[in-house]
Nanobody, 128 residues
Framework: QVQLVESGGGSVQAGGSLRLSCAAS????????????MGWFRQVPGKERTFVAA????????YYADSVKGRFTISRDIAKNTLFLQMNSLKPEDTAVYYC?????????????????WGQGTQVTVSS
C-alpha cells in the first residue's frame, strides 16, 4: 500500500504563488521507487480530473501540461519521500482541487488510468 497526503493548498490572489506538498508512505512505495512516477492532477466541479505535472521518481525527468508550463515546477525530495508542486503566477483558471498520485510502473504519465494511488486532494483558490 501507498499513502499519499497532500498539504499546502489555500487561497491566493492572481499572480501569487503556492507550494503544494505530498508526503508518501507505505512499504510498497519503498519497493517501487526505481519505477514509480508521481504526478499532480486537478479537478473542478463538474469536470474531469486533468493532468498538471509528473516526475519520474528515479531519474527526475519532468513533464507538464501546456497550461502550466513555465509557471509550475514539480520536484521531489527522495530522502523524505515528498513530492512538491511550486505554483507561480497563478491565474483564476488554476482554481481546482489538486490531487497527488502515484503510478508504480511508470505508464503514461498524463493518463489518470495509469495511476495506482491517490491522495485526498487539496483546494487551491485563485481570485482575480
Amino acid at each position: 500500500q501507498v499513502q499519499l497526503v497532500e498539504s499546502g493548498g489555500g487561497s491566493v490572489q492572481a499572480g501569487g504563488s503556492l507550494r503544494l506538498s505530498c508526503a508518501a508512505s507505505g512499504r510498497t512505495f519503498g519497493t517501487y521507487t526505481y519505477t514509480m512516477t508521481m504526478g499532480w492532477f486537478r479537478q473542478v466541479p463538474g469536470k474531469e480530473r486533468t493532468f498538471v505535472a509528473a516526475i519520474r521518481w528515479n531519474s527526475g525527468n519532468t513533464y507538464y501540461a501546456d497550461s502550466v508550463k513555465g509557471r509550475f515546477t514539480i520536484s521531489r525530495d527522495i530522502a523524505k519521500n515528498t513530492l512538491f508542486l511550486q505554483m507561480n503566477s497563478l491565474k483564476p483558471e488554476d482554481t481546482a482541487v489538486y490531487y497527488c498520485a502515484g503510478d508504480l510502473n511508470s505508464g503514461n504519465y498524463y493518463s489518470i488510468n495509469d495511476y495506482d494511488y491517490w491522495g485526498q486532494g487539496t483546494q487551491v483558490t485563485v481570485s482575480s
